[in-house]
């Protein structure tokens, strides 16, 4: 998701790595906006990566803030956010489709759900991130904490930010 490439050319009438971001990131509000947040998770963990449905669909989607990226209309990019107790927040299911990577969408999936999580008071934040995303998380602040663990299948990491005030 945080690949670049040199190619600035357009393809099928977006515009490719480098240019622009190509979507706009906000929060799903409707019953709509959730079918397409349920169809980028759906084409790239279930399908693309192989995560079973139970292990994909939980019991936190109807408490958690979930943010959609969409490019003229069409569903490109999620995330989801959940409040968790102490002022944590954790970010999740950050997701941006195939064709649509390399353009910072996935950064502003990131950006957005850290804005919203502080908008609710979250000064700490988490995430569960694959192991081949830590430099990208670690540009938003995140260290990385303790052993490599299997989540769906996949080996991914506890990743930290703390924003409060120092002592």
Known sequence: MSHESENNTKIGGHQEPNGPPAAVVRRAESPADILKVMVVRGIVFIEEQGVDWDGEIDGFEDESVHVLGEADGEPVASGRLRMLPDGWAKLERVAVRPRWRGRGIARQVVDFLLAEAGRRGATRFKLHAQVY?????????????????DECGIDHILMLRDDRPAD
């Open 133 to 149: 995303l830590e430099k990208f998380y670690a540009e938003f602040g995140f260290t990385r904490e303790g052993a490599v663990f």
